[in-house]
């Protein structure tokens, strides 16, 4: 039984004490110890409401400063904590819990729904059961990108994805930059790298040199749920052990960021992050991404990261 259940039946049996008297005086012994029990319980129910109370006026606050959005990030850690340091992991799974719900608002509809367009276009026969297609429905491919599913399979595993150059320049290092026009929504490259669980990536990250730690991107969760890690410490990989991959060579910009990181799950059940370009992007204009980082995200140490 759960704790709370334990917690109810035992303030039940308080207020049942609380109403009796006992004749018997050998029952004193036992019905002090029952009231003992059943007052602690209550105290114990009266806590956790305390707690409940506490979290939900958390999560007021968090929410006013970190709107749940359809495409936008969890708050971060920083803010979390400065909103509740007790509860900043429970904010964070209220958080992606109310996206998720959002999310799932957003791509249901129903039979009514299809059911209107099918009549709005005006067919006279050989009509589609709108009953029959809501019940098979599912997502096309990759939902929004401009690439099917065969294509960025392919890209991945050849690595030759078309439009990208490498570049050097002072202040950055390497950078990547675009040699044609993209459209918005579509399929740059994917961020090709060794993909293992987060808490493999970290331990991985905690042995490497600060300079190779940045090519370890850690991605939320796949489809499964499972927080996992694309590891590109290595300048090249071990499927592509003679070429330099692009992915890892994203410079950072916040503002003029024209790519998004997203997790994609192969036909074959392999991991990959795939980037999608945000707006079109032009020829020789520089793919950036929005690391998520802020100086504040190195506790300390970034404060000398001008980049950041
Ligand atoms: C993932 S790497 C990107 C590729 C890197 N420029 C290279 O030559 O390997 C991240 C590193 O690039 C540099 N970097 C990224 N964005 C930058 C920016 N906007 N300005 C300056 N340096 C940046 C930082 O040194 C950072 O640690």
């Given at each position: 039984m759960k704790q709370a259940d334990n917690v109810v039946r035992a303030s039940q049996l308080l207020d049942s004490l609380a109403g009796q008297t006992s004749t018997?005086?050998?029952?004193g012994e036992s019905s002090r110890a029952a009231r003992s029990i059943a007052r602690s319980a209550a105290q114990q129910k009266a806590e956790m409401t305390d707690v409940q109370t506490d979290f939900e006026a958390a999560y007021s606050r968090l929410v006013e400063q970190h709107p749940v959005t359809l495409e936008g990030g969890a708050p971060d850690k920083a803010l979390r904590a400065d909103t509740s340091p007790s509860f900043q992991r429970k904010l964070y799974e209220r958080w992606v819990k109310a996206q998720m719900k959002l999310r799932k608002q957003h791509i249901h509809y129903s039979e009514e729904k299809v059911s209107k367009w099918i009549s709005d276009r005006g067919w006279r026969s050989n009509i589609p059961s709108a009953a029959q297609f809501v019940d098979e429905w599912k997502p096309h491919g990759s939902v929004d990108t401009a690439l099917d599913a065969k294509q960025i399979r392919r890209l991945t595993r050849?690595?030759?994805?078309?439009?990208l150059i490498v570049t050097e320049d002072g202040g950055k290092g390497k950078g990547v930059i675009a040699t044609r026009r993209f459209l918005a929504?579509?399929?740059?490259?994917d961020y090709h790298g060794q993909v293992v669980t987060a808490s493999e990536g970290h331990s991985t990250h905690s042995t490497v040199s600060a300079e190779d730690g940045v090519h370890i991107f850690f991605f939320f969760?796949?489809?499964?749920?499972q927080a996992m890690c694309s590891d590109?410490?290595?300048?090249?990989c071990e499927c592509h052990p003679d070429r330099q991959t692009f992915g890892r060579l994203i410079n950072h910009s916040r503002k003029r960021c024209n790519l998004r990181p997203r997790a994609y799950t192969l036909q074959n059940g392999v991991d990959i992050i795939i980037f999608l370009a945000t707006k079109n992007i032009n020829e020789n204009e520089e793919l950036l991404f929005d690391?998520?980082?802020?100086?504040r995200s190195f506790i300390g140490k970034g404060l000398n990261l001008l980049w950041v």
């Open positions: 018997d005086p050998s029952d050849t690595q030759r994805w078309k439009g929504g579509e399929v740059v490259w969760e796949n489809m499964n749920g590109a410490h290595s300048p090249c690391y998520g980082v802020e100086r």
